[in-house]
């Protein structure tokens, strides 16, 4: 009987050690990566080159682990998360499942090596890419910014969301202008879109940019990428403009006149020459 025990033992141990060592031999996911823009949030990682298969699954609890539909035994090293991450503003974990590329129905796949992910919030930590902005003059003092909101990752109803959509009440701007020739940077932050910059130097010229602020966020992921700058012309610049404008319209007419005056008086000679010719041509009796 004592025997039996230990047959029974040693076929357990050998058994256990069986699975222990296949596990170790499948090739596991390592240095997992979140990549997210605008709220397109990828799953990177790297692998050795197998026949093995990777399922992802995510959670935000460490408990309720759900598949990516888009991620089941895919041989890519990469999964696209942004339809999977929701609500946004939650920590969420990857787990990325190892499996042959023949499975084993009868085996349990939680003997599989699994790796897990750092915690990531898409809300709070993708990043922002750049907005577009355009300025115009309201008085020779007063200036408005328009600003446009890049698109981000996430479909709804058929409809690409906006930042603004995402983000709502705690999107805000931060806009950033100075004096031509000054080093002094100026910083406003509007909660609009449009946004007036008021009590500039009347004649000078002023450059701007902006970029998408989420106060909410931790400090080092608040700003996202800053706009192309955009400057207003100087007041002596519009005039040399308007005066060059000025002289090149009177230079033209001037050119017009002489050439009308040129073209009148060719063609009074040629008809003077013809009557005259005409005329002692003509016998006298």
């Given amino acids: 009987m004592a025997s039996l025990r ?57 408990s309720d682990w759900s598949t990516s539909p888009d991620c089941i035994r ?9 339809e999977h991450l929701t609500p946004y503003d939650r920590a969420y974990k990857a787990d990325i499942q190892t499996e042959p590329d023949l ?3 009868d085996e349990d796949y939680e003997n599989y090596p699994h790796t897990y992910s750092d915690p990531f919030n898409p809300y709070r930590e993708s990043k922002i890419s750049a907005v577009d902005i355009t300025v115009e003059a309201v008085d020779e003092s007063r200036v408005m910014v328009n600003i446009t909101d890049p698109l981000t990752g ?93 002289w090149v319209g009177i230079i033209f007419i001037l050119l017009t006149v002489f050439f009308i005056i040129v ?5 009074c000679c040629r008809c003077c020459r013809q009557r005259n010719s005409t005329q002692s041509s003509t016998p006298v009796f």
């Avoid at 979140?34 to 197998?50: A, G, H, M």
């Avoid at 041989?75 to 942004?82: G, H, I, P, W, Y």
């Avoid at 073209?263 to 063609?267: F, H, I, M, N, W």
Wanted: hydrophobic share 35%; aromatic share 8%.
């Fill in 103 to 105: 499975v084993d129905y």
């Fill in 74 to 82: 895919m041989s890519e090293s990469e999964c696209d998360l942004t």
């Fill in 154 to 246: 996430i479909h709804r109803r058929g409809k690409q969301l906006s930042l603004r959509d995402v983000l709502k009440n705690d999107l805000k701007y931060k806009i950033s202008y100075y004096k031509s020739g000054s080093t002094g940077k100026r910083d406003i932050i509007s909660d609009s879109s449009m946004a007036e910059v008021s009590k500039l130097d009347a004649g000078e010229s002023y450059c701007f940019m902006a970029a998408a602020f989420i106060p909410s966020r931790p400090k080092g992921s608040q700003l996202g990428a800053w706009s192309q700058q955009l400057c207003t012309p100087q007041e002596g610049s519009i005039l040399h403009e308007l005066n060059l404008g000025v």
């Fill in 6 to 62: 230990t047959v029974i033992c040693l076929g357990v141990c050998l058994y256990t050690w069986t699975l222990t060592a296949a596990e170790n031999n499948m090739p596991k996911a390592e240095n997992l990566k979140w990549v997210s823009l605008d709220f397109k949030t990828i799953l990177n990682w790297t692998t050795e080159e197998s026949d093995y298969k990777y399922t992802v699954s995510v959670s935000s609890d460490d």
């Fill in 263 to 267: 073209t009148v008086t060719v063609l």
